[in-house]
């Protein structure tokens, strides 16, 4: 296994990147040439006051997150490619080792669309469409990354609070009234998640392997084509 690459069981990714301090320096240097090239400094034209006196008005710490803005995606982006890797949300990013004059790193996690064993596709007369992808994701392999519910369920818990607050309501009301703790609210939000996104995959997947257009081809072929 990569020292750089880990693959754990709850199907996340984790990216360990170094950063030799030259390079961290360098991109420092970068954000601090600009911020020169753009002050304006009384008596001095736009782009032409000392770097000395520029640099002594910038917050060094914003100025190497800046820098950080810059050269992260490149270094993570170069990660990615070198491990073949394939996102499909943006990744999580810490870094553990930050200090000044020394080498740094930083761990990005992220994860992929998972693989799709599908089940055997049977159709029954008249049966619902609902029905058959239902027993279509429960007979197929599919296992999602941890990462991957957990952004579906914030991203659906960021809905319904933006909703809950356009009714003059907020989270804490809307649980008093369903009779839900906040922990049982999010488990609902997970399995809902879990669900859409196997619903999801496995229709990517037979849209794949059976080179199907687009999705309504691929319920067509669900419900007419079997």
Known sequence: MDKQLERLDNGNIVLTIDLPWIEVLAAYEDVVNEQVAQAEIKGFRK?????????????????????????????????????????????????????????????????????????????????????????????????????LIEAESDHRLAALADNLTKLGLTVDKYLQTKKLTTEELRARLAAEARRDLEVEFVLQQIQVEHKLADRQKTLDFLTSNI
């Open 47 to 147: 782009g032409m006051a000392p770097r000395k006196l520029v640099e002594e008005k910038l917050d060094r710490n914003q100025t190497m997150s800046h820098a950080m803005e810059h050269l992260l995606p490149k270094k993570y982006q170069a990660a990615i490619d070198a491990h073949g890797l394939k996102p499909v949300i943006y990744p999580r990013i810490h870094i553990p080792k930050g200090n000044e004059g020394e080498d740094w790193q930083f761990v990005a996690t992220l994860c992929e669309a998972p693989v799709v064993k599908l089940g055997p596709i049977v159709h029954l007369k008249d049966q619902k469409l609902a029905d058959i992808v239902e027993k279509l994701v429960k007979s197929s392999e599919i296992k999602l990354a941890d990462m």
